[in-house]
């Protein structure tokens, strides 16, 4: 017998290919989200979840006393229990590496979007304004010079400063363990404590997991910390940043723009984001690539494969789980 996988979502089939000839799949062929309750009828019998925009709640695992395995597919697992998963010996894994590029080059987009105000022009111009060309129209914000402050320098936060030093800015750097001193000078990327990176930052790009810790992360009183006229970029997790506190920033002129691929209570936006000129919106798009989600699909799969076989997921996200097994 085949073991019983359920994906959630319509993916990349070309991705799958690997997992149909070992597995017998029900794939949920839709854009739009399973319902709660048909989740919960679907998964019963399942081996293994390929968790595709769904929450895997406690109650979810409840529903499914033979599963195994939750594939996530991304590398941000929030919506995962694992603290649950793990109780129940469940082994959670996620794709990361596979979404590093994709997701740099969109937060790169959005920097200059809203830097050089280009979504803004184009606003204007499909508006059928009439467009008369003006030595003071549109001016923006050059970035040669500039601090870009990068919270959270993993994978996706280094690839954003190679991309930035590119354009002849400086990097400084937030984590909660700074690198070496030696490989900061060699890459030219500076650790900071938080609030003198958003002190000194022109740009703040934000590239930490959604954890307890990380919930507001950035609100009130550490948007106040910057510079008048400095911008925030947000492709990580929507709850890093306090909306409220935004809005209040960008609406009072003491911060001049944001970059924004998430939010904080998706798929719903605060109201005032949409109405501000100086904001740049994207539909969560850092993945957004046909063959990054391919590969994505390809990684997913695979870590759902090997765990049901047996051997130990290179992806993991609780290997604690080996241990009570």
Known sequence: MKPKVLVTRNIPRDGLTELFLKCDVDYHDSNEV???????????????????????????????????????????????DVEAATRRKIIVTNTPDVVTEATAELTFGLILAVTRRIAEADRILKSKVHFRWGPMQLLGFELTGKTLGIIGFGRIGQAVARRAKAFGMNVIYFRRTPRCESLDQHDRCFYKPLKTLLKESDIASIHVPLTKETYHL???????????????????????????????????????????????????????????????????????????????????????????????????????????T
């Open 218 to 324: 950035i609100g009130e009183a550490q948007l106040s910390l910057m510079k008048k006229g400095a911008y925030i970029i947000n492709t990580a997790r929507g709850p890093v940043l306090d909306e409220e506190a935004l809005v209040k920033a960008l609406k009072d002129g003491n911060l001049a723009g944001a970059g924004l691929d998430v939010f904080e209570r998706e798929p719903h936006i605060h109201p005032e984001l949409l109405e501000l000129d100086n904001t740049v919106l994207t539909p969560h798009i850092g993945t957004s690539t046909l063959k990054t989600r391919t590969a994505m699909a390809k990684m997913a799969a695979q870590n759902l494969i090997v765990a049901l076989e047996g051997k130990r997921s290179p992806n993991v996200v609780n290997p604690e789980v080996y241990e009570l």
């Open 34 to 80: 399973i319902s709660t309750e048909e989740l919960f009828k679907r998964v019963k019998e399942i081996d293994a979840l390929l968790c595709v925009a769904v929450r895997a709640s406690e109650d979810l695992m409840e529903h499914a006393p033979k599963l195994k395995v939750i594939s996530n597919y991304g590398v941000g697992y929030d919506r995962v």
